[in-house]
Protein backbone atom coordinates (compact mmCIF):
# COMPACT_ATOMS: atom_id res chain seq x y z
CA UNK A 1 0.00 0.00 0.00
CA UNK A 2 1.37 3.35 -0.97
CA UNK A 3 -0.06 6.99 0.97
CA UNK A 4 -0.64 9.10 -1.92
CA UNK A 5 -2.06 12.04 0.07
CA UNK A 6 -2.30 12.66 3.92
CA UNK A 7 -3.71 16.11 4.27
CA UNK A 8 -6.73 17.48 5.55
CA UNK A 9 -8.03 14.66 7.48
CA UNK A 10 -8.44 12.85 4.34
CA UNK A 11 -5.92 10.03 3.00
CA UNK A 12 -6.04 8.28 -0.48
CA UNK A 13 -4.03 4.69 -0.39
CA UNK A 14 -3.25 3.16 -3.80
CA UNK A 15 -2.68 -1.06 -3.88
CA UNK A 16 -2.73 -3.52 -6.86
CA UNK A 17 -5.30 -1.13 -8.99
CA UNK A 18 -7.19 0.16 -6.46
CA UNK A 19 -7.67 4.13 -5.26
CA UNK A 20 -8.98 4.05 -1.30
CA UNK A 21 -10.18 7.14 -0.18
CA UNK A 22 -11.18 8.53 3.80
CA UNK A 23 -11.72 10.94 5.52
CA UNK A 24 -13.88 14.32 5.14
CA UNK A 25 -13.75 15.18 1.60
CA UNK A 26 -14.33 19.35 1.54
CA UNK A 27 -13.50 21.82 -0.96
CA UNK A 28 -10.42 22.49 1.18
CA UNK A 29 -9.17 19.04 0.27
CA UNK A 30 -10.76 17.92 -3.05
CA UNK A 31 -8.10 19.77 -5.44
CA UNK A 32 -4.58 18.31 -4.24
CA UNK A 33 -6.38 15.04 -3.56
CA UNK A 34 -7.93 14.69 -7.22
CA UNK A 35 -4.47 16.15 -8.20
CA UNK A 36 -2.48 13.20 -6.47
CA UNK A 37 -5.01 10.32 -7.96
CA UNK A 38 -5.02 11.67 -11.15
CA UNK A 39 -0.66 11.49 -11.12
CA UNK A 40 -1.35 7.84 -10.02
CA UNK A 41 -3.60 7.21 -12.25
CA UNK A 42 -1.89 8.23 -15.09
CA UNK A 43 1.11 6.16 -14.21
CA UNK A 44 -0.71 3.29 -14.41
CA UNK A 45 -0.61 0.46 -17.46
CA UNK A 46 -3.33 1.10 -19.81
CA UNK A 47 -3.63 -2.91 -19.87
CA UNK A 48 -5.07 -2.56 -15.85
CA UNK A 49 -8.48 -1.77 -14.52
CA UNK A 50 -8.87 0.26 -11.98
CA UNK A 51 -11.31 -0.12 -8.82
CA UNK A 52 -11.98 3.68 -7.04
CA UNK A 53 -12.71 2.88 -3.61
CA UNK A 54 -14.56 5.97 -1.82
CA UNK A 55 -16.48 3.77 1.19
CA UNK A 56 -14.52 5.29 3.74
CA UNK A 57 -15.38 8.74 2.75
CA UNK A 58 -16.79 10.54 5.97
CA UNK A 59 -18.96 13.65 5.12
CA UNK A 60 -20.90 13.54 1.85
CA UNK A 61 -20.61 16.87 -0.42
CA UNK A 62 -20.14 17.68 -3.59
CA UNK A 63 -16.68 17.66 -3.35
CA UNK A 64 -16.17 13.93 -2.96
CA UNK A 65 -18.30 14.01 -6.31
CA UNK A 66 -16.31 16.03 -7.85
CA UNK A 67 -13.02 14.17 -6.91
CA UNK A 68 -14.73 10.86 -8.35
CA UNK A 69 -15.92 12.43 -11.57
CA UNK A 70 -12.26 13.86 -12.14
CA UNK A 71 -10.82 10.18 -11.38
CA UNK A 72 -12.94 8.92 -13.86
CA UNK A 73 -11.89 11.24 -16.76
CA UNK A 74 -8.14 10.85 -16.09
CA UNK A 75 -8.74 7.07 -16.04
CA UNK A 76 -10.46 7.45 -19.46
CA UNK A 77 -7.65 10.16 -20.48
CA UNK A 78 -4.89 7.49 -19.69
CA UNK A 79 -7.22 4.35 -21.20
CA UNK A 80 -7.87 2.62 -18.54
CA UNK A 81 -11.00 0.77 -17.76
CA UNK A 82 -12.58 1.40 -14.42
CA UNK A 83 -14.09 -1.60 -13.11
CA UNK A 84 -16.22 -0.82 -9.82
CA UNK A 85 -16.64 2.21 -8.15
CA UNK A 86 -17.15 1.66 -4.22
CA UNK A 87 -18.98 4.19 -2.52
CA UNK A 88 -20.73 4.79 1.27
CA UNK A 89 -24.00 4.52 1.42
CA UNK A 90 -24.65 7.97 1.84
CA UNK A 91 -22.09 9.12 -0.50
CA UNK A 92 -24.00 6.53 -2.81
CA UNK A 93 -27.67 8.10 -2.42
CA UNK A 94 -26.57 11.56 -3.62
CA UNK A 95 -24.78 9.99 -6.81
CA UNK A 96 -28.09 8.95 -7.22
CA UNK A 97 -29.77 11.91 -6.76
CA UNK A 98 -27.53 14.32 -8.83
CA UNK A 99 -28.36 11.50 -11.77
CA UNK A 100 -24.86 10.53 -12.13
CA UNK A 101 -24.68 6.60 -10.79
CA UNK A 102 -25.48 5.83 -14.36
CA UNK A 103 -22.21 6.74 -15.42
CA UNK A 104 -20.25 4.45 -12.62
CA UNK A 105 -19.73 1.00 -13.83
CA UNK A 106 -21.74 -1.74 -11.76
CA UNK A 107 -24.04 1.49 -10.74
CA UNK A 108 -26.95 -1.76 -10.41
CA UNK A 109 -24.90 -3.35 -7.78
CA UNK A 110 -24.53 -0.33 -5.58
CA UNK A 111 -28.31 0.28 -5.46
CA UNK A 112 -28.61 -3.62 -4.44
CA UNK A 113 -26.09 -3.08 -1.55
CA UNK A 114 -27.76 -0.10 -0.73
CA UNK A 115 -31.09 -2.17 -0.36
CA UNK A 116 -29.37 -4.90 1.89
Not at 6 to 25: P, R, Y
Not at 76 to 81: F, V
Not at 87 to 95: G, I, M, N, Q, V
Not at 98 to 116: F, I, N, V, W
Request: glycine letters at 6%; proline letters at 3%.
Amino acid sequence: MTRLFDEHDVCLDAVEGKLAVSGDVDFEAAAPLAAAGAKWIADQPVSGALELDLRGVDRVSSAALSVMLEWLRSAQRAGIEVSEVRLSPALAKLTELAGLDALLPQAGAHKTAMAD
